[in-house]
């Protein structure tokens, strides 16, 4: 079984500054990760993926992620925080054995906090 | 707008009532999740529909059933609510390959009185 740990349920960050999120995977088989972001009284959205094809994942809104196999990690960072990004962040893995697109499986998500 | 549709957006209701929430995903998408999201348990798988067929199941009680329709549409059922059952029910779509992500709808929520 598959899951993921988020260090850290909550981050506070300047604005301008390095917005770095933990996210540690377990997995008997090769995974894909994701990251997704939630914002208040919405649902999930999809920040970036990682399907095997390159190790630092870039996604939207300036984020990127970088696959270490070694460390088994997949943080997500961001060079400078904006107000925009406080929200909660979500990572999630699934294993590569499936045919069809099993369950995502979530970590317990990091609260990012921005201030001035 | 990730194009997964629930309704109703906000629901309240007494313990021991029945409810469906209902779930449209996103057009060409085959498979349906559907997750609780509650403070203290986070996000929880419940059940996966693949082109109408149950796929699998996670932590859903026997009080709760799911269905997806012909036209790939799913319903989620709850019945002889409890106050614990108060949460954020999203359900999400995808095409079914093993690396597509998932799309979340906006969730319905869920209070049990």
């Known amino acids: 079984a598959q899951s993921v740990t988020q260090l850290g349920s909550h981050v506070s960050v300047s604005e301008g500054a390095l917005v770095l999120l933990r996210c540690n995977y377990s997995?008997?088989?090769?995974?894909?990760l994701f990251w997704y972001v939630q914002y208040p009284n919405q649902g999930l959205q999809l920040l970036l993926k990682y399907t095997s094809a390159a190790t630092l994942v870039k996604g939207i809104n300036g984020f990127e992620a970088e696959f270490k196999k070694s460390e088994t990690s997949f943080h997500l960072t961001k060079p400078s925080a904006h107000m925009s990004d406080a929200a909660e962040y979500f990572c999630?893995?699934?294993?590569?054995?499936?045919?069809?697109?099993?369950?995502?499986?979530f970590g317990t998500g990091t609260r990012l906090q921005v201030t001035l | 707008d990730s194009g997964v549709t629930q309704t109703p957006k906000h629901l309240i209701t007494a313990t021991g009532q029945r409810v469906t929430l209902r779930c449209s995903p996103r057009s060409g998408d085959l498979s349906v999740y559907w997750y609780q999201q509650s403070l203290d348990q986070g996000l929880q798988f419940l059940i996966q529909y693949y082109n109408g067929e149950e796929r699998a199941k996670g932590n859903i009680l026997e009080r709760f059933s799911a269905q997806q329709f012909p036209d790939l549409h799913s319903e989620l059922n709850l019945s002889s609510l409890e106050l614990g059952d108060s949460a954020l029910y999203f359900c999400?779509?995808?095409?079914?390959?093993?690396?597509?992500?998932?799309?979340f709808g906006n969730g319905t929520r869920l209070t049990v009185t």
């Open positions: 999400a779509s995808s095409v079914g390959q093993p690396n597509s992500p998932l799309h």
């Open positions: 997995s008997s088989v090769p995974p894909y």
């Open positions: 999630a893995v699934r294993s590569m054995n499936t045919g069809t697109a099993s369950k995502l499986t």
